[in-house]
Nanobody, 126 residues
Framework: QVQLVESGGGSVQAGGSLRLSCRTSGYVYNWYCVAWFRQAPGKEREGVAAIDNLATTHYTDSVKGRFTISGDVAKNTLYLKMNNLKPEDTAMYFC????????????????????WGQGTQVTVSS
């Protein structure tokens, strides 16, 4: 079973930056699609960004130009660099992975992934 462990969350003021990390138990690009999701209190879990084994990236519209997803194969780690953070980015952030297909139009659906981390909290104050 794939294990995913997130870190890097915290509290920042609006306009600040954070870099989330997701340590994996296997090679990042052995997985076909790895992604970051977030869930705010009372809201559904939403896809934030994804990257596949060809390094093709996907982003939800609200984070385009502010967030960057990347992977370090040597460190077996997935990253999410978040700049110009806004209060609406406040949420628990999760990394997720699948091992059966590349990222496609379903990348933002929770059902597209079989393995999940426990999450790391991001709080942005105005």
């Amino acid at each position: 079973q794939v294990q995913l462990v997130e870190s890097g969350g915290g509290s920042v003021q609006a306009g600040g930056s954070l870099r989330l990390s997701c340590r994996t138990s296997g090679y990042v690009y052995n997985w076909y699609c790895v992604a970051w999701f977030r869930q705010a209190p009372g809201k559904e879990r939403e896809g934030v960004a994804a990257i596949d084994n060809l390094a093709t990236t996907h982003y939800t519209d609200s984070v385009k130009g502010r967030f960057t997803i990347s992977g370090d194969v040597a460190k077996n780690t997935l990253y999410l660099k978040m700049n110009n953070l806004k209060p609406e980015d406040t949420a628990m952030y999760f990394c997720a992975a699948n091992t059966w297909r590349a990222c496609d139009s379903t990348w933002a659906r929770t059902t597209a992934y079989g393995d999940w981390g426990q999450g790391t909290q991001v709080t942005v104050s105005s």
